[in-house]
C-alpha cells in the first residue's frame, strides 16, 4: 500500500554534512507526521527529529542546531539536512510515517527500511 524508498547515507568525516531523503508512495491521501530515527549498533532506536503537516518541529537535543528536517507535502517527502556531523551520529536512519491516510485502507504508521551513516573521527 505504501513504500518508501530512502537515500543520501553514506560515509562522511566528522564536521562534514549530508541530506538524506524518504519519498513516499502509494494511494496516499495525507501524512499527518513525518519523520527520521535512528538506531546505533548495541542501542535502542531514538527519535532524531519529526515534522508535522502544519510544519511544526521536534528535535532530539543531540542534533538541535545541526539537523533540520523539512517537508513536501504535494511529493510526499521528508528530507534531513545533517550538519556538523560527529562520530556519535553514526546509525542507522529510518524514516517514519506518522498516522497515513489513505485512499483504499485504513490509517497507520509506515517505516523505511533505514540508511545507514558513519561519521569518520
Known amino acids: 500500500q505504501v513504500q518508501l524508498v530512502e537515500s543520501g547515507g553514506g560515509l562522511v568525516q566528522a564536521g562534514g554534512s549530508l541530506t538524506l531523503s524518504c519519498v513516499a508512495s502509494g494511494s496516499i491521501v495525507s501524512i499527518n507526521v513525518m519523520g527520521w530515527y535512528r538506531q546505533a549498533p548495541g542501542k535502542q532506536r531514538e527519535l532524531v527529529a519529526i515534522i508535522t503537516s502544519g510544519g511544526g518541529t521536534n528535535y532530539a537535543d543531540s542534533v538541535k542546531g545541526r539537523f533540520t528536517i523539512s517537508r513536501d507535502n504535494a511529493k510526499n517527502m521528508v528530507d534531513l539536512q545533517m550538519n556538523s556531523l560527529k562520530p556519535e551520529d553514526t546509525a542507522v536512519y529510518y524514516c517514519?510515517?506518522?498516522?497515513?491516510?489513505?485512499?483504499?485502507?485504513?490509517?497507520?504508521?509506515?517505516w523505511g527500511q533505514g540508511t545507514q551513516v558513519t561519521v569518520s573521527s
Open positions: 517514519k510515517l506518522g498516522l497515513v491516510r489513505l485512499r483504499d485502507g485504513p490509517l497507520g504508521d509506515y
